[in-house]
């Protein structure tokens, strides 16, 4: 049986078997504008299509009412239509990974149909309510639909040329209108498509992988288990604790853990066979407690001995003598919730297989040369049989730096010896990949009768889950961030991450940062009360100063006078508002940019002109909304003087530019360091066409707090921020953010100033909305995005964005990034915003769901 409908002006038909319209567009018919985020639950808006002239999440639409409709997708706009809306998109800055744009378009051409010039930002803000971007923050997508709508001429703005140019983001018009592929897009002859058959139990035995009823199911080819992989079962970025599969006499360690792989000749067949595996259990009781985990004597982990991952700490000075001299001290225990990344793409992989063993794997992975070591060990071969191509991806926020689905997906090509693809569904890659920590935060906190800081004390308590991840490392940053942007004499710092059944906890955007000052900010607004000097007053007195001895001990360099300039920088708005009568929060941060921590870093680059004129630039860094490939194209062409047209942008692992993953803030300073020396070279070295020229940087000056050392330099750079929070006293409606961002050096502003926007998005979401619960079994509560309480663009509260730039020394052009610092100060202004209002002090977050306000109570 077949329905047939209108595609683009054209009669089609497709096949009934499609449980919707956008399975029968991608999957029947190869139209991959419509993006496939959420089916199909309708709640992301990133396959919407038109059915006769209205906007409608395709995924929503069953073929029975899609018969004898019109519909319309992106690919059939008319071309002027297209590049006119490509054009606004663009030069607004509208889009970061893009995975969700083209809906919005969609949406935005059936808006402007109806309303016309008679639009306005509310009314657009409300009707894209339907629409999620875990990116930008809206803004900048509410200001390219008021330009479409104003009927004026819509600039063309190309690539720009000049490091702080604001030119287009590379592949923004591509990306705008769907024509530049996610990984999900690809299709390759003969590709076979494998799911995932995960684990029904937190904790538990496995008996027995009776797959028998899967492998026999309709059009599948092969169901693999773990007795299937030839070489590593374990792997992982710096631990390899972490079971690709599961074997029979194994024990499951969380919901996410994966049993078995089948591969069938479509998605449908594979998903509905794997729902066949039959497993035997003993099911046993989950840690899903960090307190009981640690109390225990009991492994929660199967394999791994203790429950511990890592303790971080340090102390400077004498902590006791100083609280009890100080004339104010505070204490109090704050708790940080576990969140979800969302971003917008679900995790998605294709291995395609070569020959003599060789394979070739598209991943949207934050770290390809990890990918390649990780799928090598695990199919035993060497590492140059692997090649892993980046596909920039659809968002990551650090959630996509843990393998997923690469492993498995490369494990079925390597086997069937056919293309494989393996894509996840979105309550899939809920229970897979990693998510932000939940972090108890025990502080002190003590200052003189003038409200000078004089200790700090704390420990910290962080849920990691079973697997190693970078776990570690996020408590490590966690405890070097306790004291804040702040000097203080005298500190005490622990931090332990302990490993539970609960999902794996890893990278985040703020990676510790946030929750731990959270806390700090919390505690200096206390006391700034009980001295009796304003938020504002309290942080100007106590903040870092070149030379001053900050956290473990790193005596600061001349970059730090960034905070004092982000606080000016908000100072005017912070006394006005006050001034209006509003209430108003003020926090400041600190975030490093890099590894640090004693770690060598290496950032490789390679350029090559080609006889055709064009240039190919080559990095080791993730584009994944954040701009790193426009940063890369902008050095290559103000150092080299040409044509920023002519530069392609790539990022595989034919070149040995080796860098780890794409974390920490770093991909802005190490792409631009690396990418100058390439050029260097390839200028001194006469520019001859067909030579890769090679560039490299290095960051190999930090310490690690294991060391010992009195001043150690623990990070290389740092980026600073101050954001303030006015809210309305009578409604608690936040109704603007302004936000001061010292970000060393302003490669592109209408990128740089995307970051902080989004950033603050998500840092609301943070304080206000977003968790990620998980129930007594050790199962997350939400499955749906609409449940994870997404701020939608009408909550949105206008942002004011204010760039400073205070040169980080010894970093390239003095960078010192922005793509995590966002969200650090936004949970603490927030919090001061509402204590404002109702004079209750949060500690719990998000706080309208544990600490609302308190209105006329």
């Known amino acids: 049986m077949t329905t047939g409908f209108v595609l683009n002006g054209e009669p089609v038909e497709v096949e009934d078997v499609h449980p919707h319209l956008l399975s029968a567009l991608r999957n029947g018919l190869g139209i991959t504008s419509p993006k496939d985020g959420c089916s199909p639950s309708g709640q992301c808006g990133a396959c919407t299509v038109l059915v006769d002239g209205k906007a409608i999440a395709s995924c929503l639409v069953s073929l029975e009412k899609a018969e004898d409709k019109a519909i319309t997708t992106l690919e059939g706009f008319d071309q002027v239509e297209r590049d006119r809306f490509a054009n606004a998109f663009a030069v607004s800055g509208a889009l970061q990974c893009g995975f969700c744009t083209p809906g919005i378009i969609v949406r935005s051409k059936a808006l402007i149909d109806q309303k016309g010039a008679d639009l306005n930002r509310a009314t657009i803000e409300g009707r894209l309510g339907a629409h999620l971007c875990r990116c930008t923050g809206y803004t900048k997508i509410v200001d390219a639909v008021e330009l479409l709508s104003s009927g004026e001429e819509i600039p063309v703005l190309g690539r720009s040329g000049n490091i702080g140019g604001g030119g287009v983001k590379y592949e923004a018009h591509e990306l705008a209108l769907g024509d530049r592929g996610f990984v999900d897009d690809i299709a390759i002859d003969g590709m076979l498509h494998a799911a995932l058959s995960f684990t029904d139990h937190a904790r538990a035995d496995v008996v027995n992988i009776d797959t028998a009823a899967a492998g026999a199911a309709e059009g599948v080819v092969a169901v693999y288990t773990a007795a299937d992989i030839p070489g590593d079962l374990r792997v992982g970025i710096i631990h390899k604790d972490w079971p690709v599969m599961i074997p029979e006499g194994g024990r499951t360690s969380y919901r996410g853990d994966v049993l078995a792989v089948v591969v069938a000749q479509d998605v449908l067949s594979a998903r509905a066979a794997a729902e066949l595996v039959d497993v035997t259990y003993e099911v046993l009781t989950p840690f899903t407690d960090a307190p009981s985990a640690l109390a225990s004597d009991e492994d929660a982990v199967w394999g791994l001995e203790g429950n511990v991952l890592s303790t971080s700490a340090y102390t400077r000075g004498d902590v006791d003598a100083a609280l009890r001299d100080a004339a104010h001290v505070v204490h109090n225990v704050f708790e940080t919730q576990r969140v979800e990344h969302a971003f917008l793409e679900p995790e998605s ?185 304003s938020g504002w007053e309290i942080r100007a007195r106590n903040v870092a100063v070149p030379g001053s001895v900050w956290g473990p001990g790193q005596v600061m360099d001349d970059g730090v006078r960034g905070i004092t300039e982000c606080l000016e920088a908000v100072r005017p708005h912070y006394d006005q508002a006050v001034a209006d009568g509003k209430a108003v929060g003020i926090g400041a941060a600190i975030k490093n940019s890099g590894l640090g921590n004693g770690i060598k870093e290496i950032a490789k680059a390679v350029v090559r002109f080609n006889e055709d004129g064009t240039v190919d630039v080559r990095h080791a860094w993730t584009e994944m909304g954040q701009g790193v490939h426009t940063v890369a194209l902008q050095v290559a062409a103000d150092m080299l003087g040409i044509d920023p047209e002519t530069i392609n942008v790539l990022v595989d692992t034919t070149h040995d530019l080796s860098a780890g993953q794409t974390t920490g803030s770093r991909g802005t300073l190490m792409a631009a360091g690396s990418v100058e020396d390439a050029c260097k ?139 995590e610092i966002g969200l650090v100060p936004t949970a603490g202004a927030v919090a001061g915003a509402y204590h404002a209002i109702d004079g209750k002090w949060r500690t719990r977050l998000p706080i309208s769901v544990h600490q609302p306000l308190e209105i006329g109570v």
Request: aromatic residues 6%; negative net charge.
């Open 681 to 819: 070279t390839a200028i001194a070295e006469g520019r001859i066409v067909g030579v890769d020229y090679h560039g490299k940087y290095t960051v190999d000056w930090t310490n690690s707090l294991e060391d010992g050392l009195e001043n150690p330099v623990i990070h290389s750079a740092f980026g600073y921020a101050c954001q303030i929070v006015i809210a309305d006293k009578g409604t608690g409606t936040i109704e603007k953010v302004v936000a001061a961002h010292d970000v060393g050096r302003v490669m592109n502003p209408t990128l740089a100033s995307g970051q902080v926007e989004g950033s603050i998005h998500m840092g609301l979401g943070y304080a206000l909305t977003e968790e990620f619960p998980t129930d007594d079994e050790g199962m997350p509560t939400k499955s749906t995005l609409r449940q994870l309480n997404i701020i939608r663009p009408k909550d949105m509260p206008e942002v004011e964005v204010i760039l400073i730039e205070v040169p980080q020394p010894k970093a390239p052009f003095g960078v010192k990034g922005v793509g």
């Open 349 to 533: 992989t294709v291995a395609v297989p070569g020959r003599n063993g060789s394979i070739h794997v598209y991943s949207g992975g934050q770290g390809v040369w990890d990918d390649r070591d990780q799928i090598a060990a695990m199919l035993a071969i060497e590492t140059s049989a692997v090649t892993v191509e980046l596909v920039s991806n659809g968002g990551a926020f650090g959630g996509k730096e843990d393998m997923s689905n690469q492993g498995h997906a490369a494990l079925a090509a390597h086997l069937t010896g056919r293309p494989v693809k393996c894509t996840l569904t979105r309550p899939q890659s809920f229970v897979m990949h990693p998510k932000r920590h939940p972090i108890r935060v025990e502080m002190t906190m003590g200052c003189d009768e003038n409200g000078l800081l004089t200790a700090i004390r704390t420990s910290m308590v962080g849920d990691s889950g079973p697997y190693a991840s970078v776990g570690m490392k996020v408590l490590e940053r966690a405890a070097g961030h306790a004291c804040g942007p702040y000097a203080v004499e005298n500190v005490d710092v622990e931090a332990v991450a302990v490993r539970t059944n609960n999902p794996v906890c890893g990278a985040f955007r703020g990676f510790g940062a946030n929750q731990a000052q959270f806390a700090t900010e919390g505690s200096i607004d206390r006391l700034a009360e009980m001295v009796g000097i």
